[in-house]
Each structure stands twice: as C-alpha cells, then as structure tokens.
C-alpha cells in the first residue's frame, strides 16, 4: 500500500472512530462508551479487548524518530469564562504560558484585570505538541455560559477529515453550551501552526493555542542548521483588548471608537503602560532561554485578529528564516521580521553573543502605530542577568531594523536594498504542473467596503450587518460585491438541507434582490484537481490596511503581488484589462514557498495558485475579525458530496426548525 493511500485510510478509519465516546484511564487506555458519555471525570478502566491506547500530550511531547508508530494523542479542553488577575493568582503565580498542561490556574496577561475566554484556565490554551502522522483527538467542552464554539485547527489541512475543520454551519454545528465535541484528525502537514474559535470574536477574547507538527531529523530538510528545537521556544503573539471584543462590535460613535487594540502579548504575557499616568504594571515579561554557542529553531505564531501588523526584533541578533507556514525555505537571514495575521514563521536564532539578557520588541504597526502598542520579551542567556542591561527600546526608538521580511509598504514587484518580501523566499519543493502559463480555472476576487447611509442602513425590517469604524462610518465588508451569510444546515454535512436559492457567486446573482450589494452564501465551485488560480484585488483602498487572507485545506503558491501608486486605484476592471495585456506579473520561474496566509498589498493584487486535489467546503476570508464578522468570507467547494467520506455516525445535525403553524399543536 502507498504511503498517500496508507495515510487516506488511517484517517477515514480515524473519523469513523472518533465519533464513539471513549472513557480513559490515568495511564490512556481507552474502551467504546456510548456517544453521549462525558469525557470529563470517567471512571479508572483499564484498556480491554485490545482498545486502542491514547498517549498524554506530555507522551505526544517527545523527539520525532523514524520507523516509530504513530501516536494516537488526547487532548481535554474546558471552554469556560474566567478571569484575569483573579483569585488563582493569590493561590500560585504561573512559571510559564507556553504550557502543555497547567499548573496553575491564574492568568496575569499584561496585568490589566478583565474577563476572558479561556481554555483549561490557560492563556494562551493548552498547546499541543506531535509528530508527523500522529492521530490528535481532542475534546472540546463547551462550558461557556450563553456561547457556542467551533475550533478551527490553522494550517491542517484535514484530507479526509474534512468535518472536523472547525468552521460553524460549513463543516459543523457550532458546539452548545454543556456539550463535549470530539475532533478527530491527521498531524499533517508538518510545521508550525495553531489553532483558535472561529466564531465570532471568541478568539480575540483568549481562545487560541499553539499546534506543532514536528517530523524526524531524517525528514527535517533544515535539522542540521540547528541544535535544539524546543518546545518553550514557540512564540505566540497576540494583540490583547482590554474589554469584551463584543464591546467593540458593531462599534461605538462616541467613548472608545473603533476596533484597535490596547496592547500586545507574547505567550499571553506582557506589561502595559497606562498612557495618561505613564505608570507601568509589573507583571512578568516572556523570558526565551538560551545557551550560548548553540543554535535554537524558534516558532513564531502570528495569532493577531486585529488590522496590525507585527514586527518582531531580536536585540543583537540575527533571525534565518526557514520556513512560513509549516513549508520550508531557503535560509534567509533577516534583522526585523513583520507578519500578519494568521502567518507563521520558523527562524534560527544562533546563540553566538556575549552572555547576556537582550531584549525582544514586537511592534503593532499600521492602525497600531497611532497608540503606539508594542510588548517586550526577554532572550536570556544561561548564567546571564535576570534583565537586560541595554534601556528598553521605545516605540520610536525601537531596536535597529537591519534587513526586513515584508516591508509595510507591500512593494514587491523588483529587487529592492533593505528588505525582502514572503514572494522573494525560495521554497524547497516546487510543485509539478503549478507553474504551466494557463490554469485551469481563473478567479477575481475584488473585495472592499460598501459605505452606509444612515437612513439606507437602519430601515425597519432591514438588519443589514456592518461595523462603526473609528471614522464613525458604518460599514459591510465584500467579496465580489458580495456580503457573506452562514447556511441553515452545515454543507459539509447536511448540504440538501439548505435552499439552493440562498446560495450565489458573482456570476450567479439575482439583480432583483441585490441593490447595492448582495448577502448570501457565497460559494464557487471547484472542479476535483484543477489547478485554480485566484486573484484577489483590494478595492478597498484604505491607507495603512492590507488585508492577509486565509485559505483553509490547502497550501497555495504566489505567483504575483504588486502595490500600484496612489494615483491609479486598482479596480476589478482595471486588474482584467491589466491582466488582458500582460501586465498582471506572474514570476513562473520563481520557487515560491507555499502559504495558506498572506497579505494583499494596499492598493494592489496578489495572484495564488493551488490544485484542487482536497474534495469539501473550504473556507477563504480576510483574518481581521471584525471583517469577517460583516462578510468578508467565501467557500470554495472543491467537487462534490460523493468525493467526501461518509458522515460520521450520530454526528450532530441543526438546522431551520419552522413547521407549518397548523401542524402546532398547543395546550
């Protein structure tokens, strides 16, 4: 049996099983229970009648080998309201976020006290922590008073698994309040990635954690540039509000406009600066240890849900870059690094300095800069200082930039001194058949604001969605001149249970029932292994905001990317026109490294490819929440239901419950 098929197998028998409850001992070994067992203190059975073994996630925690069976890993997470600065913290102080199990129950975040969602009373969550092709169960307990849940595992590509994509009403129902969903798939593909709520703004409000896939040093294409690849050195960083993210949804017009954030996390840790006093907490800082003269992999995790992007600076320091988004890289070695939203990126630090503690700055850049947001770290050598000797760097004074990985300015089209763009990395693999001069499919997709009246947008009996920006402008976010809306019935699993009249895609519109713009679900369909080419275009045009877009279940590779001056705003029209002569750049000899996030230039277009080699509904959106809350979103439903596995037994159903009145009967 070849190794795709093996693995195809693997993880359809994994979903057929996963769907059982399981009751599981100290030691992990696991019997079939009834599907609606609690998962949560279950009595001490030991494994029986040869049931499968679960591993703990300290055993799932270990240095990949080759040869060594796969890991079936189980994870616990309780989903509940909580509180920073609360009363775990008279009990204990927390050593560590970076955790894969807690140890202590108080949350200190950046020492500003609020509530949040939080999971297992961690912040970040748990982290989980495998190896290549090692199976991940996780339960998920929904213990949040009044919310529904789905979690979203960010750069799985979920080949065969595709109900457990965490998308609500595409691949699931959302998990209600007191139920246990059981997610159940591959660890695959390797690299560093994460995972978060993916509805509404839950995420932002603390339900996010890091996922790392690592494989063996055999498989490792860079294993030999480094020593140690450790799993305290994973850096999750944050933007941080410091009330409900639901306050700031739609937006206020008057105290507290807009939707920036108020402060910065590194592994959920930080400080803030109150900015009318000056007078700082004294909650600890993320401290990153080293040993000198050895060589570390760090893992960043851009985990941001706000329009900032992050810049991260290493004092003294050199960061080479070796791989985004879980795809390896050529090693390029740069001084600042700036990301987006949902990006990752892998990088070798060299301990080669004097021992010593030096500092980390992550900048929030665009929206950010005005309130000049940003959080330290700390890179602390063994045997050095608790603290740096160096002044900590300031907002405008920060640590020296060097060479940049993805300048703000999004100029990309030709070589320029002093940075480098994600398009100039080189990947290791280029894919066949990706880079032929026509694909087989083609897709523009515009997207931008459609601006509110206020008489046109408070109708009665019209509740349109939209966001209050900080401008005071009341605003629906598009795709193709279009407001995404959720189905009735999840597609994924119960597609014939929605009307085929809700469903459009910018060729496919009703003009009687769009004005303005259209809301409905938006889909494209996909034909099973096409190689698909999409073109996203920012029509939106708003001065310091590019927009990163995520597309679920795959890698794609970019072809282009270009800004254009101010004076000729890009336009549908104008990219097609641009397109017809020639004038869109494809780079067809470029090695490309694949992505599953990237930003659209301001005023610009980037032009991906990927093949349609992965059936089910996939989600593409922008990863500012507050843009995906008022429809910046599409699906791309690659083939048909017959191309999906079966739907797991007893997997949960929801759906429009309007009977005919006169079917009522009432007492």
């Not at 307990?141 to 609500?168: C, F, S």
């Not at 800004?563 to 470029?590: F, T, V």
């Not at 990863?623 to 791309?636: A, D, K, P, R």
Request: glycine share 8%; hydrophobic share 35%.
């Amino acid at each position: 049996m070849n190794m795709e098929l093996q693995r195809g197998c693997l993880a359809l028998l994994l979903v057929l099983d996963s769907v059982f409850s399981v009751q599981v001992d100290d030691n992990y070994n696991i019997v079939k229970k009834n599907i609606n067992s609690n998962f949560h203190d279950v009595p001490d059975i030991r494994g029986k009648n040869n049931s499968p073994k679960l591993s703990t996630p300290e055993e799932c925690l270990r240095n990949c080998k080759d040869g060594e069976p796969p890991k079936t890993c189980h994870y616990k997470f309780t989903l509940e309201f909580y509180s920073i600065l609360g009363g775990a913290c008279e009990v204990c102080t927390p050593n560590s976020t970076n955790q894969i199990t807690p140890s202590c129950q108080c949350i200190l975040a950046d020492g500003f006290e609020r509530t949040l969602l939080s999971v297992n009373r961690m912040l970040p969550g748990p982290s989980i922590q495998v190896c290549e092709n090692d199976n991940i169960v996780v339960d998920v307990l929904n213990k949040m008073e009044g919310a529904e849940v789905t979690i979203h595992w960010h750069g799985i590509h979920q080949r065969n698994t595709q109900y457990y994509d965490g998308v609500p009403m595409v691949t699931q129902c959302a998990i209600p309040q007191g139920s246990t969903f059981r997610y159940a798939f591959l660890a695959d593909p390797v690299g560093t990635h994460f995972w978060h709520a993916h509805t509404g703004l839950q995420k932002m409000d603390g339900l996010y954690g890091s996922l790392i896939v690592r494989q063996s040093p055999k498989r490792d294409p860079h294993s030999k540039l480094y020593d140690e690849d450790l799993p305290e050195h994973v850096m999750l960083i944050s933007d941080w509000f410091h009330e409900g993210t639901n306050e700031k949804f739609p937006g206020r017009l008057i105290a507290g406009q807009g939707q920036n954030p108020d402060s910065i996390l590194v592994n959920g840790k930080g400080r803030f600066i109150y900015p009318d006093s000056g007078e700082e907490t004294v909650t600890p800082l993320e401290v990153f240890t080293v040993t000198k003269g050895k060589r570390y992999r760090f893992r960043m995790i851009n985990a941001f849900c706000s329009i900032c992007p992050a810049q991260v600076s290493i004092e003294g320091h050199v960061m080479t870059i070796i791989a985004t988004d879980g795809n390896a890289v050529k090693p390029t070695p740069v001084q600042t690094l700036i990301s987006n939203a949902g990006e990752r990126y892998d990088f070798i630090l060299n301990a080669n300095m004097s021992v010593g503690t030096y500092w980390i700055q992550v900048k929030g850049l665009g929206e950010c800069s005005v309130y000049k947001i940003q959080q330290l770290a700390i890179l602390k050598y063994v045997d050095g200082p608790e603290s740096p000797s160096s002044q900590p760097p300031q907002y405008d004074n920060p640590l020296p930039l060097g060479m940049i990985l993805n300048p703000l300015d999004g100029v990309c089209n030709g070589k320029r001194n002093g940075s480098l763009c994600v398009s100039d990395l080189t990947g290791l693999k280029r894919p066949p058949d990706m880079f032929k001069q026509y694909a087989d499919k083609t897709i523009y997709l515009p997207y931008k604001f459609y601006l509110h009246t206020m008489e046109e947008l408070f109708k009665p009996n019209e509740y349109k969605a939209f966001i209050s920006t900080f401008d005071g402008l009341h605003v629906t976010s598009l795709i193709d001149n279009i407001s995404y809306e959720f189905p009735s019935a999840p597609l994924t699993s119960q597609y014939g249970d929605n009307d085929p009249k809700t469903f459009c895609d910018g060729n496919n519109i009703d003009p009687s029932q769009c004005t303005d713009f259209c809301s409905c679900v938006h889909k494209i369909d996909i034909k099973n292994g096409e190689i698909v080419e999409v073109i996203l275009v920012d029509e939106a045009q708003v001065t310091n905001l590019s927009h990163p877009f995520h597309l679920h279940g795959y890698f794609f590779y970019v072809l282009g990317s270009e800004r254009l001056p101010q004076e000729r705003p890009i336009s549908l029209k104008a990219a097609i026109e641009m397109d017809r002569k020639g004038l869109l750049k494809r780079a067809y000899e470029n090695n490309p490294p694949g992505k599953d996030t990237l930003v659209v230039p301001e005023n610009g277009y980037i032009i991906i490819r990927f093949k349609a080699d992965n059936p089910g509904f996939w989600f593409l959106h922008c990863h500012f929440l507050y843009h995906i809350t008022v429809g910046m979103n599409l699906i791309l439903q690659v083939g048909t239901n017959s191309d999906l596995p079966p739907v797991p037994p007893k997997f949960p159903t929801c759906n429009n419950f309007r009977p005919p009145v006169a079917t009522i009967k009432l007492p």
